[in-house]
């Protein structure tokens, strides 16, 4: 046994070994600024000069690179102590970076940056390498920054495409293969530290991409820094970007909203609002000026460099293919005349070899129209005309359910009835039992309360495990307790009215326990109680005068109950998708109703039958 463990110790000591990092590493890089890479397993960083006077401080908050500010000095030696590990000595460049260039290209993807003091002595830069097709269109951005200094300096930028040797007759010809036309050189004054000038160009590039060549050119006092430019053939297709998953709805964050159903958008219905409002019910308020839904696409990398895209996202018609306006985004702006739709824009940056995923939003009018529509993205690297490529998708816009719609008006119906008689016949429904038997009902509807509520608990509790499927387990301890309750109930009294009482106390002890009277249970709790009482009463389960010799029938009691359950059931789940917008998919809600609203109820009725006979001896 020992030297099994000891073995397993040495395994991890060894696999843990192997996992490497890169050290840590400082620069300086701007004024006032010392930049950190690869600061893993590090909390604080302390800085000190040569006299091992303390300079900056910095905690890590658990970054791996960060910027490190204090003044430091030119031709200077520091000490960069982490929390473990050896200190690092580090020396600062003999002069202060002058100048910042900046170019993206194309833009929107990773920039390059090169800082100098003098063009003269700059080291040679990187090239900067675009990928591109024949014909496309990419765009740059080239940026210059002063960084430091106090007199104007003029800078004149410029981009120019060569060739080779033997292009022309002079042997300095521009190569036309590479660009249809070279961007004129340009002067800018940069007056003030941290002044910038910015050029944004688009360029075509034409047939020949056979690793041709090009510069920017950032000149000063006659002396020019010269940043080669190579472009070469774009592996970047259908085949390198792959979509993985295409998921609506989701929320903003683009997480799985499993109250939704997929492919689906349910605007509330003003209809049911109404009724809703009726009943003090606070349904979901839509803001139509916001996204009413998101999508996500899980986007994978293939390629060996970062990939940043540009998603165009349009509903478009399934017959027609146009783009439909009842989707567009809001237009907030001043502008007057026609307008030019282009959808909505995502931008989505993936690793290299990686998945990422984009959330993009989706905007619908009020009036919107029922019907099967079409989602299209088109698919863009960032800065370019490329589109490499373009996906389609059908959703569905359901108005209302007529199914629903029908249920709900006849919960309506049926619960403002049931009040109805209920407070009409209150006194002579009292008034028929007796005072021995309304306390034995009235006990018995406490212990129903404490029942339900224990085993809500329960079940509240066991959802954290099981989630959806907690009706399967959840739903046996409520239904069985809850029924176990109700089958003694009516073998002491199986009179019209008996579950009305009991259902009565129930509410009332849980209204006064937790302080949750409202309209909406008229429809809950009300259209719970009139099922019961209509189905037992139907199936000759309950009668209005019964002897005192009567027992009624253990099948059709489970019959009524059960359907009477079941019903309850849809109707809960019918009131929350109404009402709450709590969409559930049809499988769950055949689960909860045939399950949970049928199969346990018979059961916990079924066991009822001995401990309601037991207790009408007792009462005898």
């Given at each position: 046994m020992f030297w099994a463990l000891a073995v397993l110790l040495f395994c991890a000591c060894a696999s843990k070994h192997e996992v490497t990092?890169?050290?840590?590493?400082?620069?300086?890089?701007?004024p006032g600024v010392l930049k950190v890479k690869n600061a893993v397993d590090i909390a604080n960083l302390i800085v000190k000069d040569e006299s091992g006077q303390t300079v900056a401080t910095a905690p890590t908050f658990g970054r791996t690179e960060f910027e490190v500010r204090f003044d430091w000095q030119v031709a200077t030696k520091y000490k960069v102590f982490p929390n473990?590990?050896?200190?690092?000595?580090?020396?600062?460049?003999?002069q202060k970076p002058e100048f910042a260039l900046?170019?993206?290209?194309?833009?929107?993807?990773?920039?390059?940056?090169?800082?100098?003091?003098?063009?003269?002595?700059?080291?040679?830069?990187?090239?900067?390498?675009?990928?591109?097709?024949?014909?496309?269109?990419?765009?740059?951005?080239?940026?210059?920054?002063?960084?430091?200094?106090?007199?104007?300096?003029?800078?004149?930028?410029?981009?120019?495409?060569?060739?080779?040797?033997?292009?022309?007759?002079?042997?300095?010809?521009?190569?036309?293969?590479?660009?249809?036309?070279?961007?004129?050189?340009?002067?800018?004054?940069?007056?003030?530290?941290?002044?910038?000038?910015?050029?944004?160009?688009?360029?075509?590039?034409?047939?020949?991409?056979?690793?041709?060549?090009a510069f920017i050119v950032l000149e000063r006092n006659g002396q020019p820094f010269k940043v080669p430019v190579v472009v070469t053939q774009r592996d970047a297709d259908a085949s390198t970007v792959a979509v993985k998953n295409w998921e609506m709805p989701v929320d903003a964050l683009g997480l799985y909203q499993p109250q939704r159903l997929p492919e689906q958008i349910a605007p509330p219905n003003p209809v049911w609002h109404k009724i809703g409002t009726f009943f003090n019910v606070q349904t979901e308020q839509v803001n139509f000026f916001e996204p009413f839904v998101y999508q996500r696409l899980d986007i994978e990398n293939k390629q060996v460099y970062p990939l940043n895209l540009l998603l165009k996202s349009k509903v478009v018609d399934e017959r027609t293919g146009k783009g439909v306006s009842w989707f567009s985004a809001p237009d907030f702006s001043m502008s007057k005349g026609p307008k030019k739709d282009e959808g909505i824009l995502g931008y989505c940056q993936i690793p290299a070899q990686s998945r990422g995923n984009c959330v993009l939003p989706i905007y619908m009018k009020p009036d919107t129209p029922?019907?099967?529509?079409?989602?299209?993205?088109?698919?863009?690297?960032?800065?370019?005309?490329?589109?490499?490529?373009?996906?389609?998708?059908?959703?569905?816009?359901?108005?209302?359910?007529?199914?629903?719609?029908?249920?709900?008006?006849m919960i309506v119906v049926i619960s403002l009835g049931w009040l109805g008689i209920t407070i009409g016949f209150y006194r002579r429904l009292v008034n028929r039992f007796g005072v021995r038997l309304l306390v034995l009902i009235s006990l018995l509807?406490?212990?129903?309360?404490?029942?339900?509520?224990?085993?809500?608990?329960?079940?509240?509790?066991?959802?954290?495990?099981?989630?959806?499927?907690?009706?399967?387990?959840?739903?046996?301890?409520?239904?069985?307790?809850?029924?176990?309750?109700?089958?003694?109930?009516?073998?002491?009294?199986?009179?019209?009215?008996?579950?009305?009482?009991?259902?009565?106390?129930?509410?009332?002890?849980?209204?006064i326990l937790f302080g949750s009277f409202g309209l909406s249970d008229?429809?809950?709790?009300?259209?719970?109680?009139?099922?019961?009482?209509?189905?037992?009463?139907?199936?000759?389960?309950?009668?209005?005068?019964?002897?005192?010799?009567?027992?009624?029938?253990?099948?059709?009691m489970m019959l009524a109950l059960g359907i009477a359950d079941a019903m309850s059931t849809f109707t809960s789940l019918t009131l929350h998708s109404v009402f709450y917008r709590l969409f559930f998919a049809d499988w769950y809600i055949v689960l909860n109703v045939v399950v949970t609203g049928f199969f346990y109820t018979v059961i916990g009725v079924y066991w009822g039958r001995t401990l309601g006979r037991n207790l009408r001896k007792v009462h005898a």
């Open positions: 990092s890169q050290p840590l590493s400082v620069q300086f890089e701007l473990s590990g050896k200190p690092l000595s580090i020396a600062a460049p003999k900046r170019v993206h290209a194309p833009l929107g993807q990773n920039q390059y940056d090169y800082f100098f003091s003098s063009l003269k002595e700059a080291p040679a830069p990187s090239p900067i390498r675009i990928r591109a097709d024949k014909g496309e269109t990419v765009d740059i951005l080239i940026e210059v920054e002063k960084l430091s200094g106090e007199r104007p300096t003029v800078l004149n930028v410029s981009f120019k495409s060569t060739g080779k040797s033997d292009d022309g007759p002079n042997g300095n010809a521009p190569h036309d293969a590479l660009l249809s036309s070279d961007i004129n050189s340009e002067n800018a004054t940069l007056r003030f530290e941290f002044d910038k000038a910015i050029w944004q160009r688009r360029l075509s590039l034409k047939k020949g991409l056979s690793g041709d060549t029922a019907g099967t529509y079409t989602r299209q993205i088109d698919v863009y690297p960032m800065g370019s005309s490329r589109r490499i490529k373009q996906m389609k998708k059908a959703f569905s816009v359901v108005r209302s359910n007529s199914l629903l719609s029908f249920w709900l008006v509807g406490a212990m129903q309360f404490c029942l339900e509520f224990g085993s809500r608990l329960a079940s509240t509790a066991l959802y954290a495990f099981l989630g959806p499927f907690n009706c399967l387990v959840g739903g046996l301890l409520s239904e069985v307790a809850t029924y176990l309750i109700i089958t003694s109930v009516l073998y002491l009294s199986p009179r019209v009215g008996t579950i009305t009482l009991a259902g009565i106390i129930s509410y009332l002890m849980g209204g008229i429809l809950f709790t009300g259209s719970t109680i009139a099922f019961r009482e209509i189905l037992l009463f139907s199936m000759r389960v309950t009668k209005m005068t019964p002897s005192s010799e009567y027992i009624p029938s253990i099948v059709p």
